[in-house]
């Protein structure tokens, strides 16, 4: 096989590895609290909310450390150790305890009846496993230095050791890399846009979903709804996604119009939600609840809104790593790992106090994270426009 048909074999694995582990995560994710406060009413206590803030709160501290770990364990085994931890995160659902219930939280990050509640959680485990097993699919590229028949074997002793120490050098570097790009200007204002990220990531992959399972004027419908705003959540990702990931390449537009798109996308979704969705629905309890907003609660604006957000999110995503790859195109395994950092603290302290605030509250939050988080990446977009006017490469560190 070419190094060109490996690359692209590796790919496609990758994307087939990861859809099948994040589809059994983020809907595992989209009902945990749904499922968690119908399971509150037994012997069980504990919280879907509190348990994505673990999650997330975890993975916000490994983050500045994963470059470290990667270059010197490699990527295949880090992410095949990852995949375990997601699986043993779904599985827990099966007979869920409240310690093995947050324990699993740990891990993460570095409703219906029993029966059809355990056969629904066998199955996204099992999804969850088969594309963790997939990583060990992926091929190693050749090396460049392929050893000659003369060479002797304490020479290849000694490029071991060098190997060794090579990585131990490349992890120490990365994490100090890690440290020094979040104090740079650039860095500051893109983690304002990265910090709203995390607040609507929490909210339309976990308070949402709950919010539409808590209305009972829904009618019998209510739960299954659910499911139906999580896929048209992905239909806004996937359809922001690909249009504006392509339009990016050939756009001369820069790319704040896309993020001005999105901004306006979610303010109009949160506005909708806010006449659509009583306040006390994310915190309701196991009953639901029957207060009305300030129109008839519709399922029809519900759905809509579930893919303006997916829409918005998109905008944002593809944008924010963009212009994150021309900044950093040097240092990209610590911009991101920074990126990643603010996104994940930002949705774990928004999935704790998804437990106290009302939804109002909540969506006051994300409109004013989001009109400053709008403005400081026009700030850094304008300044890179300037960058490449005067045709000069970017240095930051």
């Given at each position: 096989m070419s190094p060109e048909s490996k690359k692209l074999f590796n790919i496609i694995i990758l994307g087939v590895a990861f859809m099948f582990m994040f589809t059994a995560f983020q809907t595992c994710g989209n009902v945990a609290q749904t499922v968690i406060r119908s399971l509150n009413s037994t012997d069980f206590h504990g919280s879907g909310y509190t348990s994505m803030a673990i999650i997330y709160g975890v993975f916000s501290a490994s983050n500045l450390i994963t470059p470290s770990v990667v270059a010197i364990v490699g990527p295949q085994l880090s992410m095949f150790a990852s995949g375990l931890f997601y699986s043993m995160y779904i599985a827990v659902f099966i007979q869920p305890f409240p310690w093995s219930f947050y324990t699993a939280s740990v891990f993460i990050g570095i409703a219906a009846a029993e029966s059809d509640r355990r056969t629904v959680f066998i199955a996204l485990t099992v999804i969850s496993l088969v594309g963790t097993v997939l990583f060990f699919l992926i091929r190693k590229p050749d090396s460049e230095n392929v050893l000659g028949e003369d060479e002797s074997s304490d020479d290849q002793d000694l490029e071991v050791n060098e190997s060794a120490q090579n990585n131990m050098t490349k992890a120490v570097d990365a994490f100090k890399k890690s440290f020094k790009l979040c104090a740079t200007k650039e860095?500051?204002?893109?983690?304002?846009?990265?910090?709203?990220?995390?607040?609507?990531?929490?909210?339309?992959?976990?308070?949402?979903?709950?919010?539409?399972?808590?209305?009972?004027?829904?009618?019998?419908?209510?739960?299954?709804?659910?499911?139906?705003?999580?896929?048209?959540?992905?239909?806004?990702?996937?359809?922001?996604?690909?249009?504006?990931?392509?339009?990016?390449?050939?756009?001369?537009?820069?790319?704040?119009?896309v993020v001005l798109l999105g901004?306006?996308?979610?303010?109009?979704?949160?506005?909708?939600?806010?006449?659509?969705?009583?306040?006390?629905?994310?915190?309701?309890?196991?009953?639901?609840?029957?207060?009305?907003a300030y129109i008839k609660p519709s399922k029809e604006i519900a759905i809509l809104c579930s893919f303006l957000l997916g829409l918005g999110d998109s905008c944002f995503n593809t944008q924010l790593l963009s212009i994150l790859g021309f900044l950093y195109s040097e240092d990209s395994a610590p911009a991101f790992a920074v990126f990643k950092f603010v996104q994940s603290i930002c949705a774990a302290v928004a999935f704790f106090y998804s437990n106290y605030l009302l939804l109002h509250w909540q969506l006051l939050v994300m409109v004013i994270f989001g009109f400053f988080g709008t403005i400081s990446f026009f700030a850094v977009e304008w300044e890179a426009a300037a960058i490449v006017a005067r045709g000069s490469d970017y240095r930051s560190i």
């Open positions: 860095m500051l204002l893109l983690s304002i846009t990265t910090a709203y990220t995390g607040l609507e990531l929490t909210f339309f992959s976990g308070v949402y979903g709950t919010c539409i399972g808590a209305i009972n004027k829904f009618g019998t419908e209510e739960k299954s709804l659910i499911g139906l705003s999580g896929i048209f959540i992905g239909i806004g990702e996937i359809l922001g996604g690909s249009l504006f990931g392509l339009l990016s390449k050939n756009n001369r537009f820069g790319r704040n119009p901004i306006l996308v979610h303010f109009i979704a949160f506005y909708l939600i806010f006449l659509n969705m009583p306040g006390d629905a994310p915190i309701a309890p196991v009953e639901g609840t029957n207060n009305a």
